[in-house]
């Protein structure tokens, strides 16, 4: 196992998606194996590649990485995106808990069944508007510099933007009342890496649509 990391998830976003934004954030090119059927999931399982039996799984540096968190934690440590010391590094830690609980929200939209969808979606809109996305404008105000902590891109700025994006696919305007969060979806798109992420042809994943669902949960269960 060498060269590039290789990816082993299925052909959409989940919780695979983080961590193509962080490789891709941090310059570096990956291969992707996709998940089309359950029997593919249960080689990974039967070959003992899958310590918890559960993807996402990264094979990078000689390991298969899963859990995603973890996964991401060793690419922004690896690729100088998680802090200058270890006070940055747990303000990262704690912003991005806070997106993870919103990006379960936002990334669970689309396998709703059709009578609960509404509900979720509500649900949804209000914690983004009113839980989260007012603490991160308010982060920027006080701490006054371009990124989130300290004074240099870190993995906290990729995945606030992440989530701005897949909430303003929900709701295109969420971002009125958030000034700040404007000019920094603006400032870091054009980071040239993510700026390349956001082009057509790459490989960032589109929202999952109606007819994909079954294949997933084909998969999974």
Not at 67 to 78: D, E, G, H, L, P
Not at 83 to 95: F, N, S, T, V
Not at 151 to 167: C, G, K, P, T, Y
Request: with cysteine; proline share 5%.
């Amino acid at each position: 196992m060498s060269g590039k990391p290789k990816l082993h998830y299925f052909n959409g976003r989940g919780r695979m998606e983080p961590i193509r934004w962080l490789l891709a954030a941090a310059g570096v090119e990956f291969e992707e194996s996709f998940l089309e059927k359950k029997d593919d999931l249960l080689k990974l399982q039967k070959d003992g590649s899958l310590l918890f039996q559960q993807v996402p799984m990264v094979e990078i540096d000689g390991m298969k990485m899963v859990q995603t968190r973890a996964i991401a934690n060793y690419i922004a440590a690896k690729y100088n995106l998680y802090g200058k010391d270890l006070k940055e590094r747990a303000l990262i830690d704690m912003y991005v808990e806070g997106m993870f609980d919103l990006n379960e929200q936002l990334m669970s939209y689309g396998y709703q069944p059709a009578d609960k969808k509404e509900q979720h979606f509500a649900n949804m809109m209000d914690k983004a508007t009113n839980r989260y996305f007012p603490v991160f404008e308010k982060v920027l105000k006080d701490h006054g510099q371009d990124f989130l902590v300290g004074n240099q891109f870190s993995r906290a700025d990729v995945q606030l933007l992440e989530i701005i994006l897949m909430a303003e696919e929900c709701k295109p305007d969420i971002l009125a009342k958030f000034p700040l969060l404007q000019s920094f979806k603006a400032r870091i798109s054009n980071i040239p890496t993510i700026k390349k992420f956001l082009q057509p042809g790459s490989q960032r994943k589109h929202p999952v649509r109606e007819e994909e669902v079954p294949k997933v949960i084909g998969i999974f269960y």
